[in-house]
């Protein structure tokens, strides 16, 4: 039996978080990102379950670019309805989907490859990637990459792009990553829109700011373990997001 004179002992006080990068306070660098004039547009797609606020890098990129969209969610008519604004021709935007498609496989040259509908390298590739306006991320696990995918079918208008990275994720033991070509978001934008671009500068300011954002998150953790991102829930029944199934 408890003993009534004892008192319950206070519940910890919720860590507040930044409205910008949504990251808890501890690991915000918010205050040392430097803008990026960006000439192709850029819009982030978020899976509702990427709930890894600690490691995140979706809103801190996009933070960096006056003209950069982040929208949270499963699927979207139309790339139009995703960013908020008419868009004439889906074709004149890239979308980042690797999928099981591998760089080094099709014995690709570069580090951005436009692929055609069959997943094959496409023909005419600086033709292709030199019309883009605006490139399109898709922020999550590969399963929900994979799900992204398949239920917004408008992405098939849009030019596919795979990475060719020339070196492997700065996440290095805090994230493993299934793949060497598998990128944090921020370093994918990092490679797109540096070559895209032309401009080595804003892959040098987001590298930058993401190798900032790492130190910051080992030096909070060993006094905070308990910012660290929680391990992923046991999987149970999937939906088949290809024929629209439900579990």
Same mark, same amino acid.
């Given at each position: 039996?408890? =003993? ?7 519940? *910890? ?24 004039e =960006?000439r192709? @547009? ?6 509702p379950?990427?709930?890894? !606020?600690?490691?995140?890098? %979706?809103?801190?990129l996009?933070?960096?670019? %006056? ?12 790339? @139009?309805?995703?960013?908020?604004? *008419? ?26 490859v436009?692929?055609? !509908? ?10 292709l ?8 991320l ?16 408008w992405?098939?208008?849009?030019? !596919?792009?795979?990475? =060719?990275p @020339?070196? *492997? ?8 990553? *299934?793949?060497?070509?598998?990128? @944090?978001?921020?370093?994918?934008? %990092?490679?797109?829109l ?8 804003i ?27 929680k391990?992923a ?8 997001? !290809? ?5």
């Amino acid at each position: 039996m408890s =003993n009534p004179s004892e008192t319950p002992a206070a519940a *910890p006080e919720p860590i507040p978080e930044c409205p910008h990068c949504q990251k808890p306070m501890p690991l915000c660098i918010c205050d040392s990102v430097r803008p990026i004039e =960006n000439r192709l @547009s850029l819009l982030i797609l978020q899976h509702p379950q990427e709930q890894d !606020r600690a490691l995140g890098t %979706a809103r801190l990129l996009a933070k960096h670019f %006056a003209d950069a969209t982040v929208r949270v969610g499963l699927s979207w008519p139309s790339l @139009s309805k995703a960013l908020g604004r *008419p868009i004439e021709n889906a074709s004149h935007w890239g979308v980042l989907y690797l999928g099981s498609a591998r760089a080094a496989d099709l014995e690709a040259e570069g580090e951005i490859v436009a692929l055609n !509908r069959k997943g094959e390298v496409a023909d005419n590739q600086r033709a292709l990637l030199g019309k883009l306006e605006g490139v399109v991320l898709l922020d999550g696990t590969w399963s929900q990459a994979k799900a992204l995918w398949w239920r917004n079918p408008w992405m098939l208008k849009c030019q !596919r792009v795979i990475l =060719n990275p @020339s070196r *492997p994720s700065l996440y290095g033991r805090l994230r493993k990553e *299934p793949r060497r070509d598998g990128l @944090s978001t921020i370093e994918a934008a %990092a490679t797109m829109l540096a070559g895209l671009e032309r401009r080595p500068d804003i892959a040098e300011t987001l590298h930058a700011s993401f190798d900032r954002m790492l130190a910051r998150y080992r030096e909070v953790q060993a006094d905070m373990p308990e910012l660290a991102p929680k391990p992923a829930p046991k999987k149970g029944r999937r939906r088949d997001f !290809r024929r629209g199934k439900r579990a």
